[in-house]
């Protein structure tokens, strides 16, 4: 794997339909391959959610990283998760196998919740906007409440 990955996965407020600006920036800096699960389940952490390997079916999107600028954009997208490498840190960049909608497998890295979760709720269906839509805090966090 290099410092610089070409695919991304994303399950949360970097999705295409959440109204965030992280995730209009993302569409600007890389191409949505499409639809995709990733084995894993998705908690909430009361604004947004987490990421867990193993143990479901999480949803979201394959995004592409445009090669032009890939480690500027690297770069935002760990500040926005607050990822520098310390284990106290609430995320790290995990590397999944990600399954395309319609076929295909892509080895792309995401954001994986590290700290203690046994008293987190799970997000329904491993699905975020329709949870999203349920619930203000969330939509708060992005500005859309």
């Given at each position: 794997?290099?410092?610089?990955?070409?695919?991304?996965?994303?399950?949360?407020?970097?999705?295409?339909?959440?109204?965030?600006?992280?995730?209009?920036?993302?569409?600007?800096?890389?191409?949505?391959?499409?639809?995709a699960t990733v084995s894993g389940h998705l908690i909430d952490l009361?604004?947004?959610?987490?990421?867990?390997?193993?143990?479901?079916?999480?949803?979201?999107?394959?995004?592409?990283?445009?090669?032009?600028?890939?480690?500027?954009?690297?770069?935002?997208?760990?500040?926005?998760?607050?990822?520098?490498?310390?284990?106290?840190?609430?995320?790290?960049?995990?590397?999944?196998?990600?399954?395309?909608?319609?076929?295909?497998?892509?080895?792309?890295?995401?954001?994986?919740?590290?700290?203690?979760?046994?008293?987190?709720?799970?997000?329904?269906?491993?699905?975020?906007?329709?949870?999203?839509?349920?619930?203000?805090?969330?939509?708060?966090?992005?500005?859309?409440?």
């Amino acid at each position: 794997m290099s410092d610089h990955p070409e695919y991304l996965f994303v399950y949360g407020t970097l999705r295409s339909d959440i109204p965030s600006s992280m995730s209009k920036f993302l569409r600007r800096r890389a191409a949505l391959i499409g639809k995709a699960t990733v084995s894993g389940h998705l908690i909430d952490l009361g604004d947004y959610p987490g990421f867990i390997r193993g143990g479901g079916s999480t949803k979201g999107e394959l995004y592409r990283i445009s090669p032009d600028r890939a480690g500027e954009t690297w770069e935002l997208l760990d500040a926005y998760e607050g990822v520098s490498g310390l284990s106290s840190e609430d995320y790290h960049r995990v590397t999944v196998d990600a399954q395309v909608a319609g076929g295909g497998h892509f080895r792309a890295h995401t954001y994986e919740y590290q700290q203690p979760h046994r008293d987190k709720p799970v997000i329904p269906n491993g699905d975020y906007p329709p949870f999203y839509r349920q619930n203000s805090a969330h939509r708060k966090f992005t500005g859309n409440d």
